[in-house]
């Protein structure tokens, strides 16, 4: 392993020149402005809702990997970063493929950023509404938040998330893997671990799919032993039998082997549903995995196991199987102290 002072220097050295490169590509005016707002707890609301022939999308992937190989749990793991570029300005970089089908229109997207900046180093907050972000074929472009940051020091971590609208960018790209870099997280080892990574969501419309019922809420709230549980409403319209659809987490910290975290759905017809699958069982829901009905996704790297990170999408025809209206997510958990940051919807309506 390289001496632990000569990659404190390069750390810092890199960071000074990304930082430096990140003020260079912004605009004059959004290189003045000031520093984002944080809270350390941000209640959950509604960002998109549409009713439209199409879907919701996402690419997503983590900004931290194991020093040591992959280890079973984040706890006590030695994270390093993970750089997939050539950029020598950079010192955290990954890549993930946003698949929306052919032909479609993109009608809104956000991407999500976020992780733990007290691990064996601390990070300064100064970053974190900040990163790079490149579209399939393209040069990074810097990306500031436009929306409040969740920022919480707590139980022995220092974690955050925050967002920014990409509408217009996603739109106007081609198919392919987006890369998102300079993502404000640490590395180092503590006893509860350190995660970090990005998530990019967006809803699309084409004529040929089916209409459905399309919503994005997020926050930034906290759920472990003696919090309680998260109850967030989602939709309180009407959904016939059987209706298809999907439910898409993003969530940090929690860790693998570590049972007692639930995810689940309810409905004014149905008892409470636990959302679960091959890859997340459900009581261990949020375990650190980048997964889709259970199967992995396309990213680079492909990581088994994110340490911390999660952004899972859920099959949700089990839980709408007698129908449903007011529905709403339950999360919790018994053991381990997660971070919930948002949750992505969509579900077949009647034409």
């Given amino acids: 392993m390289r001496n632990s002072a000569v990659l404190a220097v390069r750390r810092s050295v890199l960071c000074a020149l990304s930082c430096a490169a990140l003020s260079a590509a912004l605009p004059a005016a959004s290189a003045a402005a000031p520093q984002p707002r944080e809270a350390s707890r941000v209640p959950f609301a509604a960002r998109y809702q549409a009713v439209q022939h199409g879907g919701v999308v996402r690419a997503a992937n983590s900004s931290a990997r194991g020093a040591k190989g992959t280890e079973s749990v984040n706890d ?12 020598p300005l950079t010192y955290n970089s990954s890549r993930a493929e946003l698949a929306v089908p052919a032909g479609a229109r993109v009608s809104w997207a ?109 926050g930034f709230e906290t759920v472990g032993p003696g919090t309680g549980e998260l109850r967030v409403p989602l939709d309180g319209n009407r959904y016939d039998k059987a209706a298809a659809g999907r439910l898409g987490v993003i969530a940090y910290d929690g860790d693998r082997g570590t ?81 919930l940051g948002a949750l992505f919807f969509q579900a077949d309506v009647r034409r």
């Fill in 259 to 339: 049972p007692g975290d639930y995810l689940a759905v309810r409905t004014s017809r149905t008892k409470s549903t636990r959302l679960a699958d091959s890859a997340n069982s459900a009581d261990d829901v949020m375990n650190s995995s980048i997964t889709e009905f259970g199967a992995r996704t396309v990213r680079f790297p492909d990581r088994t196991n994110t340490l911390g990170y999660d952004s899972d999408v859920f099959d949700l025809r089990g839980a709408l199987r007698d129908g449903a209206d007011r529905v709403h997510v339950r999360f919790g958990s018994r053991k381990d102290t997660v971070w």
């Fill in 76 to 87: 006590d793991a030695t994270l390093a970063y993970v750089d997939v570029d050539d950029d």
């Fill in 110 to 218: 956000r991407l999500y950023w976020g992780g733990n900046l007290r691990v064996g180093e601390q990070k300064p907050p100064k970053d974190n509404g900040r990163v790079l972000i490149a579209e399939p074929g393209g040069r990074y472009k810097a990306l500031l938040t436009d929306t409040l940051i969740g920022h919480r020091t707590a139980d022995g971590a220092d974690a955050f998330q925050a967002s920014a609208d990409v509408t217009d960018l996603v739109r106007s790209s081609r198919p392919g893997q987006w890369t998102v870099a300079q993502v404000n997280v640490a590395m180092g080892r503590s006893t509860v671990g350190g995660w970090g990574g990005w998530t990019l969501v967006a809803a699309y419309e084409k004529a040929s799919e089916p209409l459905r019922r399309i919503g994005v809420w997020d």
